[in-house]
């Protein structure tokens, strides 16, 4: 299997943060923003939560859908595509970019975490990966998928699983670790 390039942010000790002061009050500023401004707000309010993420430097293309309880750590790190959907306390830990396609669900309490650490390394430094959610995919809910990983148009990932390695195109899969069940069919699509 080939590793993917992971970004790894500088840092002198475990305890320093990777991030400049800037950005950390831009992260603090959108977490404040996000609980005051879109938290509380109805789900046909999506319109309102699309605009805030865009405000914040969020990727639109289309008409996405957010739930007002999902929850985003660097919005300017995410791109959603036309009817993507980020559903009820769907977590995308944005360190890195996530990029979610068009007609893609990512259900409730789903994990997408782009950051890890160089374990291998005295100051434990910040890892980053790029997250690549293809279009029509659906991941189940409470499912966890780890930085660097590409998952295929039309996949299919179980609820509950742990997606450790990059999924292909039609496949259905599940599990911890996530494994290959079978190929979807097209006409499901």
């Known amino acids: ?111 997408l975490c782009t950051g890890t650490h160089r374990f291998d390394h005295p100051s434990l430094a910040l890892q980053t990966a790029k997250i690549t959610i293809g279009p029509k995919v659906f991941v189940g809910a409470r499912a966890f998928v780890m930085p660097g990983i590409t998952i295929g148009e039309g996949a299919i990932i179980g609820a509950a699983s742990v997606v450790t390695r990059d999924v292909a195109p039609m496949t259905i899969c599940g599990g911890n670790p996530c494994k290959p069940i079978r190929q979807r069919s097209a006409a499901g699509l």
């Open 1 to 111: 299997m080939q590793m993917k390039p992971r970004e790894t942010h500088e840092q002198k000790t475990p305890y320093d943060s990777p991030w400049s002061v800037r950005q950390r009050i831009g992260i603090l500023i959108w977490e404040y923003v996000w609980i005051l401004l879109c938290v509380w707000t109805p789900k046909p309010f999506n319109f309102w939560r699309i605009w805030v993420l865009r405000c914040f430097g969020a990727n639109i293309h289309g008409k996405p859908f957010v739930h007002q309880r999902a929850r985003i750590q660097i919005p300017w790190n995410l791109t959603l595509h036309d009817r993507a959907c980020l559903g009820d306390r769907a977590n995308a830990y944005s360190l890195g970019p996530i990029v979610i396609h068009q007609h893609t669900t990512i259900a409730q309490e789903a994990y």
